[in-house]
Structure formats: C-alpha cells, structure tokens
C-alpha cells in the first residue's frame, strides 16, 4: 500500500468514527469519549476479522458510557465486523448484543439473544443476574401440551410451558417487576412494604407469603399510588410468567 492509499485509509477510518478535524490534537486534547474513538480507529484500520472489547467504557461517565455504546453498534454494523464484547455492565450487553453468553464461575448458563436471556432465562442464576427477577416456588400439579397447572402456596393457575418439569416436580415463576400489576383485584394477596418514587415508575416491595415480590409500576403520574402497610392484590399475564 503506497502513501496515498494510506493516508486515504486513514482519512476514512478517522471519519467513520467521528473525529475528523481532529487528527493533530494529541491525547490530552482528546476527552475520554474521543479517545475511545481513537483506540476504536487504531482496530479498525487493520481490517481485523474479529475483534475484541474488553470492557472498554468502563472509565466513561453514565451518560458519555450511554452515547459511545450507541456510536459503537452503530459503527460495528456499518463495518460489518464480528465483535466480541466483555462487560459486567447488563446494559451495554442487552443493547449491544446480537447474542449474549452468560457465565458464571467459567461455566457457560446460557446463550441466546438479548430477549432469550431476559424473557426465557435457562436457570435461576441468568434469571437473577440479568435485570431483576421475583421468584415464585411451586409445584407442577398438572402438565399437558405446552401447558401447567402450578399450585403456589394455596393458589392455583394454568400458565403456558414447554419445558421437560411433569406433574409432581417443585418449579420456580419468573416474574419481572414491570410484568406485575397490582389493584384490587389479582391472584396474589399481599402488603406493601416499601413504595419509592423513581421518576419514570413506583418501584414497590410487596410482602406475599414469606416471599417479597419486587413491581415498577410505570408512569405514576396518572396511577393510584399504594403506601406502605396497604394491602393489595397482585397480577399479570400467564403469557409474562417463566418456569425453571
């Protein structure tokens, strides 16, 4: 490759990552976001055919950590290049990821898409360990094609399933915190026993049983908001239930 070439290759590739008019400003010019850039742009200019992320935004505040996720999947799909991505930060991988690995003590737990992994968990621990997660414990009472009877304490309902559990096998429900609605009326009675504002929801702890059930009730502006010590009755869809 002769020197026009590379300095066209260079060109490119500092345009592709948003830093022209910026090619003499040495590093203590550069703010943490553009540096990343620049390290982005040393890797890409090498055509590599895999590359790797080692938790590169981890020194980034929130917010700068929020846009350079973005610009990165946006210049990673425009390159057409594989990436591997490392980090403990849930969000870069939901919003980053075409597929995730979770693992855990070196073992894989799981792999799939980001909505397999939040929606369909295949243990416990994925469950857990991405977003937040209520569990249920119960007994399968019944089972027939792609359906349940599960008894949870003294309640019990029909949810979908196409797992292996058969009638008689202890199971866990999934629930996520924005899948629960509660009222006056539900499935579940209980109490409430904290209820923070959180801007965008009501982020309540609900007593049911000996179990603590986590709700984001969302946009409380327009919705009865439950203090603690009310007692309430707790909902949702069989369709937004799990079962491991």
């Given at each position: 490759?002769?020197?026009?070439?590379?300095?066209?290759?260079?060109?490119?590739?500092?345009?592709?990552?948003?830093?022209?008019?910026?090619?003499?400003?040495?590093?203590?010019?550069?703010?943490?976001?553009?540096?990343q850039r620049v390290a982005l742009a040393?890797?890409?200019?090498?055509?590599?055919?895999?590359?790797?992320?080692?938790?590169?935004?981890?020194?980034?505040?929130?917010?700068?950590?929020?846009?350079?996720?973005?610009?990165?999947?946006?210049?990673?799909?425009?390159?057409?290049?594989?990436?591997?991505?490392?980090?403990?930060?849930?969000?870069?991988?939901?919003?980053?990821?075409?597929?995730?690995?979770?693992?855990?003590?070196?073992?894989?737990?799981?792999?799939?898409?980001?909505?397999?992994?939040?929606?369909?968990?295949?243990?416990?621990?994925?469950?857990?360990?991405?977003?937040?997660?209520?569990?249920?414990?119960?007994?399968?009472?019944?089972?027939?094609?792609?359906?349940?009877?599960?008894?949870?304490?003294?309640?019990?309902?029909?949810?979908?399933?196409?797992?292996?559990?058969?009638?008689?096998?202890?199971?866990?429900?999934?629930?996520r915190p924005e899948a629960i609605e509660?009222?006056?009326?539900?499935?579940?009675?209980?109490?409430?026993?904290?209820?923070?504002?959180?801007?965008?929801?009501?982020?309540?702890?609900?007593?049911v049983g000996e179990t603590i059930i986590?709700?984001?009730?969302?946009?409380?502006?327009?919705?009865?908001?439950?203090?603690?010590?009310?007692?309430?009755?707790?909902?949702?869809?069989?369709?937004?239930?799990?079962?491991?």
């Amino acid at each position: 490759m002769n020197k026009k070439e590379l300095d066209e290759k260079v060109k490119n590739i500092i345009e592709l990552v948003g830093l022209k008019g910026m090619e003499v400003r040495y590093p203590n010019q550069l703010s943490g976001g553009q540096q990343q850039r620049v390290a982005l742009a040393r890797a890409l200019v090498m055509e590599p055919g895999v590359l790797l992320f080692d938790e590169p935004l981890s020194n980034l505040d929130a917010k700068l950590r929020v846009y350079m996720r973005t610009e990165i999947r946006k210049i990673q799909k425009k390159v057409g290049i594989t990436a591997i991505y490392v980090t403990h930060d849930q969000s870069e991988a939901m919003s980053l990821s075409d597929r995730i690995i979770i693992m855990n003590k070196g073992i894989v737990e799981q792999v799939g898409t980001p909505k397999e992994i939040y929606y369909t968990p295949a243990t416990e621990f994925v469950a857990d360990f991405i977003g937040t997660a209520n569990f249920l414990p119960g007994k399968i009472t019944d089972a027939e094609y792609e359906n349940v009877t599960i008894k949870v304490d003294d309640v019990i309902f029909n949810v979908p399933y196409k797992g292996s559990k058969t009638t008689g096998d202890s199971c866990k429900l999934v629930l996520r915190p924005e899948a629960i609605e509660i009222g006056e009326k539900g499935i579940f009675k209980g109490k409430i026993i904290s209820s923070t504002f959180m801007g965008a929801f009501q982020d309540y702890s609900i007593q049911v049983g000996e179990t603590i059930i986590k709700c984001e009730d969302f946009n409380p502006q327009v919705k009865k908001v439950y203090e603690e010590g009310q007692e309430v009755m707790i909902n949702f869809s069989k369709e937004n239930v799990h079962i491991i």
